[in-house]
């Protein structure tokens, strides 16, 4: 099953909306966009997650590396996100104490 | 009581089998109405790392090879086997997972398979073959209420 995927720009926050299932078959391509938008210095990021079904930690391994690739450029990187079974996979990881997580858009300006 | 339900699949080692196996064991536990949707969820997310592991240690090996899943739904319990022919792994290794409150857990995109899927099975085992790696893993209803910090 493909990941969609869809680039907007809002005032210094690029927001990259995601939906579908996050594992070792579509983070690739997940990975690829999040690296392109770093590459065209695009450093404060959101990652919309609201239409995301599920994530394992092959999807997490690649929200960490961005957050470790837009801190090294002193950017942020945030998570929005209100499927409850996706975020307690942060919340049993711990993850959520290293991404700065919101429930909806509007939270930080970028909606 | 019902019979035990065995159900046994053999996957190609590519990425998109690891959807079917999670479609698999959370069609199971839908079917059963003491497991809920959010210990559903632990079962996908577990079987999902299990998979994953085996996925990609088979391709490297021998792609030919399929990886094998054997579910066994019996009274409030899901048991999942999944099985590679890919030589075995370093366990000790796979486990190491850098505390997640050390900012050093940044230079890590991985090692979350395995501490995942010890926390969210009631029985999480893993074997070393002679060719290869067998996961079993076993489910009761109750979601674990802890977390991997630490």
């Known amino acids: ?111 | 009581m019902a019979d035990d339900v065995l159900i046994e699949l053999d996957l190609p080692p590519r990425p998109e089998s690891v959807s079917v196996a999670r479609l698999v064991v959370g069609s199971l536990a839908l079917a059963d109405p003491s497991f809920d949707e959010e210990r559903t969820s632990d079962l996908r997310l577990a079987v999902s790392e299990a998979c994953t592991n085996a996925m990609l240690a088979q391709a490297v090996v021998d792609d030919s090879r399929p990886i094998e899943l054997r579910y066994r739904v019996s009274a409030a319990s899901i048991e999942v086997s999944v099985r590679d022919r890919a030589g075995g792994f370093d366990l000790d290794a796979a486990q190491r997972v850098a505390d997640l409150t050390d900012p050093k857990r940044l230079e890590y995109e991985g090692g979350l398979g395995i501490p995942l899927i010890k926390l969210l099975a009631d029985e999480a085992e893993f074997r070393r073959l002679e060719d290869g790696t067998e996961v079993v893993m076993t489910f009761g209803p109750e979601s674990p209420t802890g977390r991997l910090v630490g």
């Open chain 1, 1 to 111: 099953m493909d990941l969609q995927l869809d680039v907007s720009e809002h005032g210094e926050w690029s927001v990259l909306r995601v939906g579908g299932e996050i594992d070792v078959a579509t983070a690739p391509g997940l990975r690829q966009r999040l690296v392109a938008l770093v590459g065209e210095g695009r450093y404060r990021i959101v990652v919309d997650m609201s239409q995301v079904d599920f994530i394992d930690s092959t999807g997490l391994g690649v929200l960490i590396g961005t957050l470790k690739r837009v801190r090294s450029h002193g950017g942020e990187l945030h998570l929005v996100c209100d499927v409850d079974r996706v975020v307690r996979v942060f919340e049993i990881t711990g993850l959520d104490t290293i991404f700065t997580m919101h429930r909806s858009l509007d939270a930080i300006g970028a909606g």
